[in-house]
Protein backbone atom coordinates (compact mmCIF):
# COMPACT_ATOMS: atom_id res chain seq x y z
CA UNK A 1 0.00 0.00 0.00
CA UNK A 2 1.25 3.48 -1.07
CA UNK A 3 1.84 6.00 1.88
CA UNK A 4 -0.36 8.59 1.79
CA UNK A 5 0.56 12.45 1.08
CA UNK A 6 -1.69 15.08 2.37
CA UNK A 7 -0.69 18.39 4.00
CA UNK A 8 -2.23 19.76 7.37
CA UNK A 9 -2.18 22.79 9.00
CA UNK A 10 -3.90 24.06 11.80
CA UNK A 11 -4.24 27.67 12.37
CA UNK A 12 -5.80 29.72 15.41
CA UNK A 13 -7.51 32.85 14.40
CA UNK A 14 -8.99 35.49 16.24
CA UNK A 15 -12.24 35.96 14.70
CA UNK A 16 -15.99 34.18 14.49
CA UNK A 17 -16.66 31.05 12.29
CA UNK A 18 -18.45 32.99 10.57
CA UNK A 19 -16.03 35.54 9.34
CA UNK A 20 -13.30 32.85 8.96
CA UNK A 21 -16.02 31.12 6.56
CA UNK A 22 -16.80 34.53 4.67
CA UNK A 23 -13.28 34.70 3.62
CA UNK A 24 -13.46 30.46 2.54
CA UNK A 25 -16.37 31.16 0.41
CA UNK A 26 -16.86 34.89 -1.22
CA UNK A 27 -14.91 35.01 -4.20
CA UNK A 28 -14.17 38.61 -3.74
CA UNK A 29 -11.82 37.33 -0.88
CA UNK A 30 -10.76 34.29 -1.68
CA UNK A 31 -8.66 36.38 -4.78
CA UNK A 32 -6.69 37.63 -2.03
CA UNK A 33 -5.31 34.16 -0.63
CA UNK A 34 -5.76 32.06 -3.74
CA UNK A 35 -6.43 32.38 -7.29
CA UNK A 36 -9.50 32.25 -9.14
CA UNK A 37 -10.11 32.09 -12.72
CA UNK A 38 -11.01 35.35 -14.56
CA UNK A 39 -14.12 33.50 -15.81
CA UNK A 40 -15.23 32.19 -12.61
CA UNK A 41 -19.39 33.04 -12.48
CA UNK A 42 -19.00 34.74 -8.73
CA UNK A 43 -21.30 34.32 -6.71
CA UNK A 44 -20.22 32.74 -2.62
CA UNK A 45 -19.22 28.71 -2.93
CA UNK A 46 -22.05 26.58 -1.83
CA UNK A 47 -22.72 23.00 -2.51
CA UNK A 48 -21.52 21.87 -6.23
CA UNK A 49 -19.67 25.28 -7.02
CA UNK A 50 -17.16 24.38 -9.39
CA UNK A 51 -13.77 26.81 -9.88
CA UNK A 52 -12.12 25.46 -13.24
CA UNK A 53 -8.89 27.26 -14.58
CA UNK A 54 -9.40 25.29 -18.16
CA UNK A 55 -7.23 23.07 -19.04
CA UNK A 56 -5.34 22.69 -15.75
CA UNK A 57 -7.64 21.71 -12.60
CA UNK A 58 -10.99 21.73 -11.28
CA UNK A 59 -12.59 22.57 -7.65
CA UNK A 60 -16.01 20.90 -6.94
CA UNK A 61 -17.89 21.99 -3.83
CA UNK A 62 -18.50 18.38 -2.52
CA UNK A 63 -19.32 18.87 0.93
CA UNK A 64 -20.70 21.60 2.52
CA UNK A 65 -21.68 22.41 6.24
CA UNK A 66 -21.99 26.36 6.50
CA UNK A 67 -19.76 27.65 9.14
CA UNK A 68 -18.46 24.25 9.90
CA UNK A 69 -16.96 22.51 6.98
CA UNK A 70 -15.53 22.75 3.66
CA UNK A 71 -14.72 20.26 1.15
CA UNK A 72 -13.86 20.63 -2.62
CA UNK A 73 -12.48 17.68 -4.71
CA UNK A 74 -9.54 17.91 -7.02
CA UNK A 75 -10.26 17.25 -11.01
CA UNK A 76 -6.53 17.35 -12.92
CA UNK A 77 -7.44 17.13 -16.83
CA UNK A 78 -3.91 16.91 -17.62
CA UNK A 79 -3.27 13.94 -14.87
CA UNK A 80 -3.32 10.81 -17.31
CA UNK A 81 -5.80 9.10 -15.25
CA UNK A 82 -9.36 8.82 -14.73
CA UNK A 83 -10.76 10.65 -12.20
CA UNK A 84 -11.78 7.83 -9.49
CA UNK A 85 -7.79 6.75 -9.78
CA UNK A 86 -6.82 9.44 -7.75
CA UNK A 87 -8.88 11.64 -4.48
CA UNK A 88 -7.15 14.86 -3.91
CA UNK A 89 -9.34 17.23 -1.70
CA UNK A 90 -8.90 20.19 0.09
CA UNK A 91 -10.76 20.12 3.22
CA UNK A 92 -11.58 23.12 5.35
CA UNK A 93 -12.66 22.61 9.68
CA UNK A 94 -13.37 25.09 11.41
CA UNK A 95 -14.45 25.00 15.39
CA UNK A 96 -14.88 27.72 17.90
CA UNK A 97 -14.00 28.47 21.26
CA UNK A 98 -14.17 31.47 23.30
CA UNK A 99 -14.69 33.78 20.33
CA UNK A 100 -11.45 32.43 18.10
CA UNK A 101 -11.48 29.90 15.58
CA UNK A 102 -9.01 27.05 14.83
CA UNK A 103 -8.96 26.49 11.07
CA UNK A 104 -7.62 22.89 9.75
CA UNK A 105 -6.39 22.66 6.20
CA UNK A 106 -5.76 19.26 4.88
CA UNK A 107 -4.93 18.72 1.25
CA UNK A 108 -4.54 15.40 -0.54
CA UNK A 109 -3.90 12.58 -0.89
CA UNK A 110 -1.39 13.25 -3.55
CA UNK A 111 -0.04 9.51 -3.53
CA UNK A 112 -1.68 8.47 -6.41
CA UNK A 113 -0.79 10.90 -9.04
CA UNK A 114 1.93 10.96 -11.17
CA UNK A 115 4.98 13.57 -9.73
CA UNK A 116 3.41 13.30 -6.10
CA UNK A 117 5.97 14.79 -4.22
CA UNK A 118 5.74 17.82 -6.58
CA UNK A 119 2.30 18.23 -5.80
CA UNK A 120 3.19 17.27 -2.20
CA UNK A 121 5.86 20.15 -2.27
CA UNK A 122 4.05 22.95 -3.43
CA UNK A 123 0.93 22.44 -1.52
CA UNK A 124 2.92 22.43 1.21
CA UNK A 125 4.53 25.59 0.89
CA UNK A 126 0.88 27.22 -0.69
CA UNK A 127 -0.82 26.38 2.81
CA UNK A 128 0.99 28.34 5.02
CA UNK A 129 0.95 31.17 2.98
CA UNK A 130 -2.56 30.52 2.52
CA UNK A 131 -3.52 30.13 6.26
CA UNK A 132 -2.05 33.32 7.09
CA UNK A 133 -3.70 35.37 4.96
CA UNK A 134 -6.57 33.88 5.53
CA UNK A 135 -6.23 34.62 9.42
CA UNK A 136 -5.29 38.07 7.99
CA UNK A 137 -8.56 38.77 6.53
CA UNK A 138 -10.63 37.05 9.26
CA UNK A 139 -9.15 39.20 11.59
CA UNK A 140 -9.41 42.40 9.78
Known amino acids: MTEKL ?21 PDLIKQWDDIP ?10 GSTIEWEGYSRLTVTQFDRHNFLSLAM ?21 EKDGKTSLSIAIGDFSQL ?6 YDATLEWVQTAGQKIKELAEK
Open 75 to 95: YLPQVDLPAGAYDVRYNYTLT
Open 6 to 26: SVEDRIEINASKEKVWEVLTN
Open 114 to 119: PKANDY
Open 38 to 47: ENYPGGHLEL
